[in-house]
Structure formats: C-alpha cells, structure tokens
C-alpha cells in the first residue's frame, strides 16, 4: 500500500498496542451513548441484584387481595397481577433471570466458537476438517428444537438450557473468526511473520487476534442481547418453570389478561426492550471505541477544493503538466487541519521522464495522486493549479476526470497484487479499461489487451489474460498493470514507486520496459521514488520534496554532481552506505521531519 | 467438482444420520411418558405398558432406532402418535407457512440491506447515517417484543389485520398476504439488522482497497468500480450472512409462530417436542439437518464461483 492512503500501518507494537487500549478506554468514557447506556445496564443489574431488599414480597407469593390490584396499592408498587402476585416484585426478579441468561449463553459462545475458529481458521487440513464437521454438526442441531427436545435431560431450567443455546450460538462466532483467520492468514504479514519463525500461538495473538478482536465483541454485544432475547421467548412459550420469574413469563401472563389491564403487559416489555437495546447501543460504542475510527463510507469523488484556489498566470509554455503553488491539507483527529503539501511547482515537459524523489511523508505521492485527481476523500486543496497542456485540472468533477484519467495521464502503482481486482480475469480488467477509455467493442478490446500483454513481455499472454492475479507472479501482475496504464496511449505516465515492492532482477527489467515503452510512445513519465538508484538509471530531471515543499530541481548529472539543497545532499550521501540500491524504509531520517503525513 | 459435491453429500448423509440417532437417544430417556400422554391421566399402567408395546417403545433404543431407519430407506417416515398423520405428509403441509414467511422475508430482506449496504458505503453523508440507524434500531429489540407490540397496536387496537390465523395462499393471495405482514415484518427488521450493516461494512473495505484507485486511474466508470467490482468482492461474505440469516429465520419462526398462532413448522415442531411425539420429532430433526447442509453446500458452491482465491476445491 502506498503512502497516500496508509498513515498509520506496520506499527504493530507493544507501546502502540497498549496506547491504544488506553485510547480505547478514553474515548468510551468520553462517549456520552457509551456513559448512559453503562449507567442504564448497572443500574438494572443493581436492581436486580437489590431485588431482595427492594421487593416487599417473594414474587411467587400470590395473595388474593393482590389479584389485579391497581398500581400504587400499598405493598404493591406496580399493582399485582392476575394471580395476585407483585409485578414490581417480578419484574426485579426477572433481571436476575435475564442477566444470567444472557451472561451463560454469551459465554459459552465466545469462549467455544473462538477458539475452534482460530484454530480451524489458521492451521488448514485435517484440522480444519475436524473443526468444519464440528461446528456444522452444532449448526446442524435444530436450534430452539434442540432446547425443546432437551427438556427432560435440562428440566426446563433456564440455566442449563442457556448453556446449550450458547454451544447454538457458538458456529456464529466461530464462522465470522474462522473467515477472518483465513483472510489474515493469507495476508501478506502473516506469511512474513510465518517465515521469520514466531511460534503459531504468537502469531495467532499478535497477528491475527487484532483483525479478529473487534468482531467478536461487537458480535458479543448482541450475543448477550439475543441469548436474552430467546430466555425470553422460550419463556412466553412457557417452557421451563413457572417458579422463575422472567419478562418472557410475564409477557405472556400481561398478554393474556390484555383487556383486563394493559399495564401488566406493558411494564414487562418496557423493561426488556431498555435492557436489550441498552446492551446493543452500548455494544456499539464499545465497538467504536475498540476499532477505533470505525470505517467511513467514502464517497468517491473528485478531491476537494476550496473556493478561488486555481491561481493560474496563463502562459502555458512547453510544459505538459505544470503545477503552481499546490497546497493540500487533510483534517486531523483534533479537529485542526495539518498541510501535507506548501506550495509545490513542479513542470513536466513531453516525453521527460522526472523523478520526484523524498522519503516517505514527504508529500511526493500526494503531488502525484493530486495530478490524478485521486486523492482520498478527506483531502482539500487549498490553493494551487494543475495544469494539463493549459487545462485547469483542479476543480473538475469526478465525470470529467474519469475522461482525463486513463487517456491522458495513467497510473502504474506501487504494490502490484493489491492493485488487481481478486474476482475478475486478467483480461477482463483490461478489456474494462481499455473500453472505458477507447470505446472499442469487447472483441476489439480483448485482440488489443493480448496484444498489449505480448508487448510488455509477457511469454504467454493467453494463459495470462484468462488468469485471476492470485495465479502470476508479482512481476508478471506489475507487467500487467503497466500494461494497463500504456493501453491508451497517454501522454504522462505516473508511476509510484513501481519497483519498490519487487525482487531486485525484476526491478531493472520494469526499468527497462517503462524506458522502451516511453521511447516508443513518446510519453512523459513521472517516477515518484526514494531510490536514487531508480533516479540515476531512468530519469532526465530530479525533483527534491521535503515536508511538503519542493526544494530543488534540475537536471539529474548536475544535481548529483552539484547538490545545491543540504537536503538533497544528504540524501546522496546517504545512499553512499547503502550496499546495494533497494529500500523499502526511508532512506535517512532527516532532522525534523516527521512521520508520514 | 463433481467428486467434492459428491463427498460434502456422503458427509451430509453420516451427519444426518449422527444427529437423529443423537436426538433419538436423547429422547428415549422420555419414553416412559409418551404413552401416559396418548392414553390421557386415566389410563391404567397395565394399558400405558400394552401401548409401550405395541409402539414398540420397550425395545432397545438401538434396535427401534435401526427399525426407523429401515422404514426411512423405504420411504416410510412413520405416523405420528397422536394425529396418526403420516410424518412426511404432516411435515409438508406445515412447510408451506413457514416457507412462505421465511422465503418472503428473506427476499425482501436481501433487497433492502444490499441496497442501503451500497447506497451507505458509496454515497457516504445522510445515506450512511440513515442505513447506520437503520440496522442499530433493527437490534434493539428482540422478536417477540416486535412480534407482540406489532399485534398490540396493528391487530388487536387497530384491527388492521387479523391477530391471528393463516390463509393458504392458493386458497385467498389476499388474505394470505395479510396473514403473513406482520411475521413477515419482524422477520424483515431482524433481518436488515443484521445484513445491512455486514453489507455496508464489506462494500467500505473493498471500495478502500488499492484497486479501486488503479481502476479509477483508468478511467472506468464510478458505477461499474461500485457495482460490478467492489459489490462482487462484497458478496461472497454477505452470501454467507444471507445463509445463516436463512436458517436463523427457519429457527425463529417458531417464537413469531406461536405469537401470531401461525400452523407453521416451528409450532408444530414446538408442540410435537412437548407431547413427545417421537415419529415427528425425528421427521422434523431429519428434515432440518437436511435444509442445514443443502443451503451450506450452496452457500460454498456459489461462494467459490464468486471467488476464485476462496475456492475451496
């Protein structure tokens, strides 16, 4: 993943874990739905734990001065119901009931369909199949006719029967973490972590129980709710014993002597439906909290820029992009703004190749993302121009970019594999593109995108083109991409660190092909790089970026001979130490800069 | 492709037959008072003990289990003990209403949530806030709360529709849409809370993903990134949300049953189970193992076509 969207990844410490369970905390007790619903959850239990010192009577005991005796009647708060006894009394009762329903079956769940989800989720073969038949055996078990079959064995006992709708409820957990664990699994830094040789139960705690944490508590939240939900239920089926008081029971009693007294029933159901959704509404702070910023739908669009900003002085000169004085800020947490680029310029001539060169959060993917037009949502452009061949670019609508993009100016990105669509062939994602930006029919469309593979030496384009990326090679899929982005023949090319994320003798055969096909084409390309092997093999000019600034320009011979920037130089002594030319950190961290963004 | 449909079958075969002995065995500790419920309170010992045999009831569980088994392989599911119904016919006819619930709920479910899923990750702004409060409200409360204040205010005060009752829907469509609204109601609450907010989830992870941006870069259409690519990345996990809902509804027809007095399989199971109607029981049992494993086969089968990296064969 690049630097544009990722400002916070691969710090999977434990100082950054524990901060963040600090944080976690922090933001729940700041949250005030988190503060009222906790206060309304302890207060119920305090209720029903207090049931014996608050209830003047045992809420079996039936009097028969009580029978539907109205609210207020001495000794019976909330009046009594149809046998006489206290509703007030009942109801206290009923929490208990609820609350160990709902703390047993939930418990049960998490703790078995957690632990059979890791493991089936990340040791594959025989493992798996065991714990695959297991749980489809649960699942199998028709559930509320299980608790029903079960009678005589449970004897009704609400406990019991809870204890086995948790073991019901367990395959719901155990499918979402066994999913989540084969994801992670897959994932890239698990496999690094496989093969640097931690433990299996290490990985499991520190890679993939943070991908599987959040789920589960939010699927805990709601467990508890429906565990609640069913106790209830099976009581107004009037299963189990009439001895335990529970909101379910008195539903169905209230429901029953309806035209009599509609209280009886409402008293019940009011105080179940504030102790369910309390759970749930509290559930979902806690989940807010724990996955911190919950993920935000994102509109797609074109970025966002402030009003005025495209300070265009005209004269268009030779330049085929020209970038004046560009200015972009992204929001911070706290509510302020932090500006990621100050006034960048920037020119690229047709058919150059510039590379724009700085360590990462040094604002160059963000220059060449903000030429694309593909900024995430969140960014602003506060003041500048983007020029190409004399048309404004900022300030276009997402509709009149997608005409730009694609033809005029491509994109070849870092990381090769995440950049292909998983679901969809090789070919299919080329034949799209090429449609979508010459309107050539499907046929058409396809007979170029083999051709297109041949040509970026690919030895078997067939086989490739009716390919899903997960079966090529990094190498290949980074042809493919390439591929891709030359369809249409554009006249600016940016890549963004396009060997970055490849073995070192692929590297240069990228090289050579973005150099072979710029000659052909005649393209411009805009190489974003903090590689000044890259730099020094295929570019003409250099770009310096620093905090968001630009702060040296010139051809590559004379920069490297004569750095006129003490940034720039430093940058080139440093590669001095380097023994060989790839890197994946910053190359040094200069003094006051920061991390990215 | 054929051998995996092949062996998840014979699995599914081993498993069914696990399970109703399983079930079989537990009920055989109920036994003794299956034949008191037949013959009613007055029955004397010596009739409840002829019955026993004549049921075949004091035989080993081993031996009667054996005995259904045979009668199964030949198609003959036994009748039940107190209606004298054949089990497979009685199960049918209580199927069409809990299908015609659970199908109607599930399509329109399915509708809603995929499509305020999208809308919510794709326009973001008021939509995703409205879909948000949307599945949150759905939790809330559970199903016999919406199941009776729906009968409260829409039945009984209202008199909009009738508290209880099923109309086949070949007899009166009418009345047979106005017999299943409010189940199919709470069904439908419960259902988009639980897939919209799955849906929306999926649709925002895969909507950030760094092909997205390359499509983009290519100039492809924003409604074919959001609808063909990102939702088709989306919908192998909402399938399998959709299966589980599927069968959670199955299951939870039997509470919604009860509270509108619906003649569907949930009561009818519900009301076999305490009478110890042992022949239907196991019919019952037989049937849902059967519903269980076909719509889990479907659910991968269809899931590996979707997804060519989740392929599981």
Known sequence: MSEAQAPETETETEAADTTQRRSAFGRLIRDPQAVITATILVVIVLLGLLAPLLAQHDPNESALSAVNADPGTPGYLLGGDQSGRDIFARLLYSINTSVLSGLIGTSVAVAVGLTFGLIGGYFGGRTRFATEWLFNLIMTFPGLLLLIVLLPVTGGDFRATMLIFGVLLAPGVYRIVRNLTVGARNELYVDAARVSGLSSPRILRRQVMPTVRGPVIISAAFLTGSAIGVQSGLAFLGLGSTEVPSFGAMIADGFRNYYVDPLQFVWPAAFLGVLTSALVLFGNSLRDALAGARPKAQKIAAPSVQAGSPASRGEAGEALVQIEGLSLSYPTPSGGVKEVLSGVSLAIRPGETLGLVGESGSGKSQTAFSVLGLLPPDAVITSGSIRLEGRELLGLRERELIQVRGRAIAYVPQEPMSNLDPSFTIGAQLVEGIRATSGLPRAAAGKRALELLDHVGIPDPKRVFSSYPHQISGGMAQRVLIAGAVASRPRLLIADEPTTALDVTIQAEILDLLRDLQAEMGMAILMVTHNFGVVADICDRIAVMQQGRIVETGEVEAVFRDPQHPYTRMLLDSILDESHVRTDSPVLVAPGAEGPR | ?313
């Open chain 2, 1 to 313: 492709m054929l051998q995996y449909i092949l062996r998840r079958l014979a699995t599914a075969l081993v498993l069914a037959l696990l399970v109703t002995f399983f079930t079989f065995w537990l009920l055989s500790s109920s036994f003794d008072g299956v034949a008191a419920n037949i013959l009613g309170p007055a029955a004397t010992s010596e009739a409840i003990e002829a019955l026993q045999v004549q049921l075949g009831l004091d035989r080993s569980v081993v031996v009667q289990y054996f005995d259904w088994l045979g009668g199964v392989l030949t198609g003959d599911f036994g009748n039940s003990y107190f209606t004298s119904e054949p089990v497979a016919q009685a199960v049918g006819s209580r199927l069409g209403v809990t299908l015609s619930l659970v199908l109607v709920a599930l399509a329109i479910s399915v509708v809603i949530s995929v499509a305020l899923g999208v809308l919510a990750a794709s326009r973001a702004g008021a939509v995703d806030r409205l879909s948000q409060a949307v599945s949150l409200t759905g939790h809330l409360f559970p199903n016999l709360l919406i199941a009776i204040v729906l009968v409260v205010v829409f039945a009984v005060n209202l008199g909009w529709f009738p508290a209880t009752g099923y109309t086949p829907l070949a007899e009166n469509p009418g009345r047979w849409a106005l017999a299943i609204t409010l189940p199919v109601i709470v069904l439908v609450i419960n259902g988009i809370a639980n897939m919209a907010a799955q849906v929306r989830g999926t649709m925002i992870g895969e909507l950030q993903k760094d092909y997205v941006r390359t499509l983009r870069s290519r100039g492809v259409a924003t409604r074919s990134i959001v609808y063909r690519h990102a939702l088709r990345n989306a919908a192998s996990p909402a399938l399998v949300v959709m299966s589980l809902e599927f069968l959670s509804m199955f299951g939870g027809a039997l509470i919604i049953e009860n509270v509108f007095a619906l003649p569907g399989f949930g009561s009818f199971a519900f009301n076999s189970a305490l009478r110890g109607d042992v022949p239907v029981i196991l019919g019952i049992t037989l049937f849902s193992v059967l519903l269980v494993v076909s719509i889990n086969l479907l659910t991968d089968l269809i899931n590996g076509w979707l997804n060519p990296k989740a392929r599981l064969f």
